[in-house]
């Protein structure tokens, strides 16, 4: 009797403490425009897209075109995150600077706005789409390259974001992305 109790209860994972994998491309037909990168979920939904402005301005949008994020470079390897549209020059939500900017290695290091003790690095290769987002000693996201078996040669127009359970949002991880992408600038 007791066995029949445990059968019929089931185990449901808090989806929350679940890491979400994002597929990255610049080939999603009917959805971007030359240029876009778009990130979908693993249902091929699109989530959010990335579009190139200027050589130094890059805007992070929902799927229906609205600005999360503006991300400008200054200078000499600062970024900043901005709410919305940066021409409307909303809150500055993060500050990205390269502190190492080595032909494999690239280091950001990523300071909240305000009184905020939160901090984080970002170290990997853009060359290779692969980095790791640190805060302190654990994991807050990691993107790798996609590949397949036998595949000698991997492609480098798609890649995998893996965002685990935490406190940031999900936009910003996909933000931060972006930076270190252009991060050797």
């Known amino acids: 009797m007791a066995e029949e109790e445990d059968l019929e209860t089931s185990y449901h994972p808090d989806p929350e403490r679940i890491p979400i994998d994002l597929f990255a491309s610049r080939k999603l037909p009917g959805l971007l425009s030359p240029g876009d990168l778009g990130f979908a979920d693993s249902s091929d939904n699109l989530l959010f897209i990335l579009r190139k402005s200027s050589s130094s301005l890059r805007f992070l949008l929902d799927p229906s075109g609205v600005p999360l994020f503006s991300i400008s470079r ?4 600062v970024w900043e995150i901005h709410k919305g549209d940066v021409g409307k020059r909303k809150e500055l939500v993060l500050t990205v600077k390269r502190t190492s900017n080595r032909f494999s290695k690239t280091e950001l290091d990523v300071s ?12 990997g290769c853009p060359f290779q789409k692969s980095c790791t987002i640190y805060s302190q000693d654990s994991i807050v996201a990691q993107t790798s390259l996609m590949y397949k078996l036998r595949q000698i040669y991997v492609g480098r127009s798609k890649f995998r974001l893996t965002i685990f359970p935490g406190s940031i949002d999900r936009s910003l991880v996909v933000a931060m992305v972006a930076v270190f992408l252009r991060g050797r600038d």
């Open 112 to 123: 909240f706005a305000g009184e905020s003790e939160q901090h984080l690095v970002i170290k």
């Open 74 to 77: 200054l200078h000499n390897g």
